[in-house]
């Protein structure tokens, strides 16, 4: 076998990646997860596999994600807290905390210098800083997902979103659009309380990276974090694979035990 | 590693013993109800249980009830009963579940035992406020509900020496409930009965505490879920030779398990502390998501918690007020870190989980930064799990078991 598969199936989106021997990546595929996961598994990694060139009889598979245990042809599953580090370690190779903000659920996790975990936080049961906020507001205002970031980028100003919950924030909304606010500003608005959520769960001192779908598909959010940071931010070059890249990683190392 | 996988649950032989004397307290209760001779006194679970026992009093704990809702699942189907008569869904879900299952008139204990109808109805309510504000505003309710007298003892909070001022203080206090007491129970208070029922207790709780000390003993004999339930009789039967007898069978299992070196948890790899209060209805998943990861929960703030050293009954009444003050859950953050810093060096944990637990914020000791200070303090990580005693609501399964399971493949790479 010369190839490590890594399949991350996460509440939003599934993600396979492939690497070789040398850790590149040669594969990789992203699907809606839906409700079957093991149909969702079975999609996104075959994808993967036609883009690299090999099947699962050439792999290792590692998986990963809320619907890690839902993979048969896996070798063994992951937390995705694990694969999150593993995989951001590989791409920034120091200490870093790295932040994954997903569809569900954000983490915060803290890698020191060799690449181990020192500590990680995920968020409240509540949709406060997760693609699901972005989402839940989105659809409220009938914006599809993909015009949020050019939108935010248009905004002249920052409409202040103070309430925790969704709904709350929903009905902010509300009082905005009739106070006059434009949806540009209410799209940074609802950035800037993604961001908010997500520097109030963990002390972040040191260097950060950034992750997941919503950093992927936003890169206005990450350039409005390293304002409020006032810090360079680490992108990796697949932000959404990070945790599926990370189980590759660790399904090769199973192959050097 | 995967907590999907098959596990090997290790019954607690003594089970069959507790069951029964439990059985025979709630009958014992339901019949003191019944015999308008005999009173029946609700307490709170850390109350001055002792002084009611020797006032002849058949002593119920409706934190003990509470529970029992919990671990049967019921407390989501009543908590909604209490909330819409103006109880908050965010304080007590022991307090909101109980007083919705009364609402609804069902209790698990008359499933459980048959010919029970009801929880015992009692002739006075007496609260310590030395856990929270909740447990007599629980009571309150009742009283008002009855029109049965409430009375108790309230205890400062936070503190970290026990001044002699505060001892006397609730050692008034306790003094002041005698007549009272005397008046319903019909009998005249004697310090020799006081004495006896305390020696009882402490022998009990003793015992209890041999018990959990032989966890730390590696690989260690029970679980933390198994605790939570044989903790039941050093609740609501301290102060009987029956729970005495009962903690010298369970000692004499836990010591031949360690003869045997036999774990609770099959080839132990990890070992942690469980701070705050058990998820009630979610015990066996619990028990079994560790065992799959090869860690055993082991230590907890919650079980030690009726552990009374200081009872002695040469000074009831003062020993009395010390046991009830000096307990974790009174004391200040200094006091708790170098509590549980003692623990985890004792029982040579590799970790601490703290639940925070969302209604019962006495209870959650992560709220004011002790994990982070622990964590430096002691040098071992630790995890703060959300969720709840009884309301099952607050709980998400998925992200606590990702949270669990990271936390283990966190200790494996160290």
């Known amino acids: ?257 | 590693m995967s907590a999907d996988k098959k596990v090997t649950f290790k019954k607690i032989k003594a089970t069959g013993q507790m069951r029964k004397i439990m059985a025979d307290y709630f009958y014992d209760l339901d019949g003191a109800v019944k015999d308008e001779t005999q009173k029946v006194a609700w307490c709170t679970s850390v109350g001055p249980a002792e002084l009611l026992l020797s006032l002849g009093f058949k002593v119920y704990y409706p934190e003990n009830h509470a529970a029992m809702l919990g671990a049967t699942r019921q407390a989501t189907n009543y908590i909604p009963v209490a909330n819409a008569i103006g109880y908050s869904p965010d304080i007590c879900s022991y307090l909101t579940s109980d007083i919705g299952a009364y609402l609804k008139k069902e209790t698990p204990l008359s499933r459980a035992y048959e010919g029970i109808e009801g929880i015992p109805k009692p002739d006075v309510l007496v609260f310590n406020t030395n856990q929270c504000r909740d447990v007599q505003d629980w009571l309150a309710w009742y009283s008002r509900e009855w029109n049965i007298p409430l009375m108790g003892v309230s205890t400062f909070r936070n503190i970290g020496e026990i001044s002699d001022e505060v001892l006397a203080g609730i050692v008034q206090q306790l003094k002041d409930l005698v007549p009272k007491l005397e008046k319903i129970s019909g009998n005249k208070f004697d310090i020799d009965k006081f004495r006896e029922t305390m020696a009882a207790s402490k022998e009990c709780t003793e015992l209890w505490e041999k018990v959990l000390e032989t966890n730390m003993a590696s690989p260690a004999p029970m679980s933390f879920f198994d605790a939570t339930i044989h903790m039941g009789p050093a609740v609501v039967l301290r102060g009987s030779q029956t729970a005495i007898d009962y903690y010298e069978l369970l000692l004499k299992e836990m010591e031949e398990r360690l003869a045997d070196g036999v774990g609770a948890v099959e080839d132990e790899k990890f070992r942690l502390y469980w701070e705050g209060m058990p998820i009630w209805g979610k015990l066996r998943d619990m028990s079994e998501l560790f065992i799959g990861l090869n860690t055993a929960v082991i230590a907890s703030t919650y079980c030690n918690s009726w552990i009374f050293k200081a009872f002695d009954p040469a000074d009831p009444f003062l020993s009395t007020a010390r046991a009830y003050t000096e307990i974790f859950i009174v004391r200040d953050e200094e006091y708790k870190e170098k509590y549980i810093e003692d623990v985890v060096r004792n029982f040579k944990l590799d970790g601490i989980l703290f639940h925070d637990s969302k209604t019962c914020p006495t209870n959650s000791n992560n709220r004011y930064g002790m994990p982070e200070r622990l964590e430096k303090r002691l040098n071992i990580p630790s995890l703060t799990i959300n969720g709840d005693l009884n309301d099952l609501r607050c709980y998400s399964e998925e992200q606590a078991k990702t949270q669990i399971e990271a936390f283990i493949e966190q200790l494996e790479a160290m």
């Not at chain 1, 693609?131 to 939108?151: H, P, Q, S, T, V």
């Not at chain 1, 009739?178 to 260097?207: A, Q």
């Not at chain 1, 992750?211 to 992927?216: D, F, Q």
């Not at chain 1, 409005?224 to 360079?232: I, L, R």
């Open chain 1, 1 to 257: 076998m010369e190839f490590f598969a890594g399949i991350d199936i996460g509440a939003s989106t599934t993600k396979a990646v492939i690497i070789n021997t040398k850790g590149e990546v040669i594969g990789y595929s992203v699907t809606d997860s839906g409700a079957d996961f093991e149909l969702a598994a079975n999609q996104t990694f075959g994808q993967a596999c036609e883009q690299a060139g090999c099947a699962l009889d050439d792999c290792i598979v590692a998986s990963t994600g809320y619907g890690r245990n839902n993979v048969p042809f896996a070798s063994f599953a992951k937390t995705e807290i694990s694969c999150h580090a593993e995989g951001s370690f590989h791409n920034f190779p120091r200490a870093h905390i790295l932040i994954d903000i997903g569809g569900q659920d954000s983490k915060i996790i803290k890698i020191d210098n060799d690449g181990k975990r020192i500590n990680f936080r995920m968020n409240r049961k509540c949709a406060a800083g997760t693609g699901a906020f972005l989402e839940e507001i989105a659809n409220r205002l009938k914006i599809r997902l993909d015009e949020l970031n050019g939108l935010a980028e248009k905004a002249q100003d920052n409409v202040q979103i103070s309430s925790y919950c969704t709904v709350f924030a929903a009905t902010e909304i509300l009082s905005r659009i009739r106070e006059g606010s434009g949806v540009p500003e209410i799209i940074k608005g609802i950035f800037t309380s993604v961001i908010k959520r997500v520097l109030e769960m963990d002390s972040m001192e040191g260097d950060l990276a950034v992750s997941g779908g919503v950093v992927a598909h936003n890169p206005f959010l990450v350039k409005m974090f390293e304002e409020k940071t006032g810090k360079k931010i680490f992108v990796p070059p697949l932000p959404q694979l990070t945790g599926a890249l990370g189980a590759a990683l660790y399904a090769r190392k199973a192959k050097e035990v």
